[in-house]
Nanobody, 126 residues
Framework: QVQLAESGGGLVQPGDSLRLSCAAS????????MGWFRQAPGKGREFVAA????????KYVDSVKGRFTISRDNAKNTVYLQMNSLKPEDTAVYYC???????????????????WGQGTQVTVSS
C-alpha cells in the first residue's frame, strides 16, 4: 500500500521559515518525480514545486521562486519543501504527490500524479 505522509506544518509569523517533509512508503521512490501542491481556503489546489526523480531539475510557481526550495533524499524516501520568508498568502494545506514510474515530466498537471498525501496545514499570521 502506497502512503505519502506530510509533516512539518504549523502556525508561523510572516517572515518565518518552515520545512515540510513527505515520507513515502510502498513504492519505488526513486522512480517517481515528486511535487508539492497547496490549497488555500476557498480556492482550488495549485502547483507549488516539483523535482525530478534524481533531483537534477526543479520547477516552481512564480509566487514562491527565491523563497521555497524543493529537495529529495532517495535514501530516506523523503521529499522536502523548505519555505523561507513566509507570507500570509502562503497559508494553505500543503500536499505532496508522486508521479511515475513511467510518466513524462509534466510537474504542474495534477492529473499526472498517481499518489497524494493527506496534507499538512501551514498558517502564516501575525
Amino acid at each position: 500500500q502506497v502512503q505519502l505522509a506530510e509533516s512539518g506544518g504549523g502556525l508561523v509569523q510572516p517572515g518565518d521559515s518552515l520545512r515540510l517533509s513527505c515520507a513515502a512508503s510502498g513504492l519505488s521512490f526513486s522512480a517517481y518525480y515528486m511535487g508539492w501542491f497547496r490549497q488555500a481556503p476557498g480556492k482550488g489546489r495549485e502547483f507549488v514545486a516539483a523535482i525530478t526523480r534524481i533531483g537534477g531539475t526543479t520547477k516552481y510557481v512564480d509566487s514562491v521562486k527565491g523563497r521555497f526550495t524543493i529537495s529529495r533524499d532517495n535514501a530516506k524516501n523523503t521529499v522536502y519543501l523548505q519555505m523561507n520568508s513566509l507570507k500570509p498568502e502562503d497559508t494553505a494545506v500543503y500536499y505532496c504527490a508522486g508521479s511515475g514510474p513511467f510518466s513524462t515530466w509534466q510537474p504542474e498537471g495534477q492529473d499526472d500524479y498517481d499518489y497524494w498525501g493527506q496534507g499538512t496545514q501551514v498558517t502564516v499570521s501575525s
